[in-house]
């Protein structure tokens, strides 16, 4: 299985601030099975990038994913209130990362 | 509006065994793969499984492989989860989730159920 890796753990930040998020496999991820999501205290997870770098439906655009071979980025490039949350990359058919928490 | 709703989730004892069941309602289900995704207690997500559009492919997590079954009624537009030999480690909130791949857009889980709870507990 492939084992993907997201950095960092725990990011703290403020509104209005531009954030990376990493998502490193282990193996090689087809780029159109890569997806991020978003996951809020006690609601489910909700699909923000498909295929990389396609943002979901209603998605804003402030939230841009990017990467390819083993290595996947989700940026959000200026942070609402609403976005501090937990973010996984998943591959299709395959794991999750661990997680990356933003906090304030 | 489409939504998905787990149901099934509940006190089961050590070595014991559960269904969980996944409706669908606005989207036609049976053209769909979904998937079974859990979070156990303050931790992260884990994907357990993988059913394709009449009922192939089917993957499992290494976690899950030989303890859990997948599958699905199309006529009744349903998913199950079938657990077996379940421990303290499976103890989480189990989700169902719609995949959906679109030309050039590629996959992702873009439909998910509000989860239900399984404690395994003496």
């Known amino acids: 299985d492939n084992v993907l890796t997201q950095s960092p753990g725990t990011l703290s930040l403020s509104p209005g601030e531009r954030v990376t998020l990493s998502c490193r496999g282990s193996q090689s991820i087809s780029s159109i099975h890569l997806g991020w999501y978003q996951q809020k205290p006690g609601q489910p997870p909700r699909l923000l990038i498909s295929?990389?770098?396609s943002r979901a439906a209603g998605i804003p655009d402030r939230f841009s994913g990017g990467g390819s071979g083993t290595d996947f980025t989700l940026t959000i490039s200026r942070l609402e209130p609403e976005d501090f949350a937990v973010y996984y990359c998943?591959?299709?058919?395959?794991?999750f990362g661990q997680g990356t928490r933003l906090e304030i | 509006e489409v939504q998905l709703e787990e149901s099934g989730g509940g006190l089961v004892q050590p070595g014991g065994s559960l269904r969980l069941s996944c409706t669908d309602s606005g989207f036609t289900f049976s053209t769909y793969s979904v998937n079974w995704v859990r979070q156990a207690p303050g931790k992260g997500l884990e994907w357990l499984s993988f059913i394709g559009t009449r009922s192939t492919p089917i993957y499992y997590a290494d976690s899950v492989r030989g303890r859990f079954t997948i599958s699905r009624d199309d006529a009744t537009s349903s998913l199950y989860l079938h657990m077996n030999s379940l421990s303290a480690e499976d103890t989480a909130v189990y989700y169902c989730a719609r995949d959906s791949c679109v030309a050039g857009r590629g996959c992702g889980m873009d439909v998910w159920g509000q989860g239900t709870t399984v404690t395994v507990s003496s």
């Open positions: 295929g990389a770098s």
């Open positions: 998943h591959q299709y058919g395959n794991s």
